[in-house]
Nanobody, 115 residues
Framework: QVQLVESGGGLVQAGGSLRLSCAVS????????MRWFRQAPGKQRELVAV???????NYVDSVQGRFTISRNSAKNTVYLQMNGLRPEDTDVYSC?????????WGQGTQVTVSL
């Protein structure tokens, strides 16, 4: 079964940057799309960014221009580069892989942005 492991979260000051990684125990090139979600306690999970199989990307408006999703197929790893971080970006960030038969989720990594 495909497994996803996120890393790279931590504590950063507002305006700083983090790069999240999602290591996949499978071929990410075979996935229809890879996504990053985030969720704070008591709030609905939010789609942050998606990269489709062909390489196209989309972002939620609140991170447009600040976050970049990318992939390294040779390493079976998906990244989320986060620049210009704001306190409201504080959340647990989870990686999601979607195939025609199943969705796969990582355990999440905590991102905390302080003033």
């Amino acid at each position: 079964q495909v497994q996803l492991v996120e890393s790279g979260g931590g504590l950063v000051q507002a305006g700083g940057s983090l790069r999240l990684s999602c290591a996949v125990s499978g071929n990410i090139a075979s996935m229809n799309y890879m996504r990053w979600f985030r969720q704070a306690p008591g709030k609905q999970r939010e789609l942050v960014a998606v990269i489709i199989q062909g390489g196209g990307t989309n972002y939620v408006d609140s991170v447009q221009g600040r976050f970049t999703i990318s992939r390294n197929s040779a390493k079976n790893t998906v990244y989320l580069q986060m620049n210009g971080l704001r306190p409201e970006d504080t959340d647990v960030y989870s990686c999601n892989a979607v195939s025609v038969v199943r969705k796969y989720w990582g355990q999440g990594t905590q991102v905390t942005v302080s003033l």
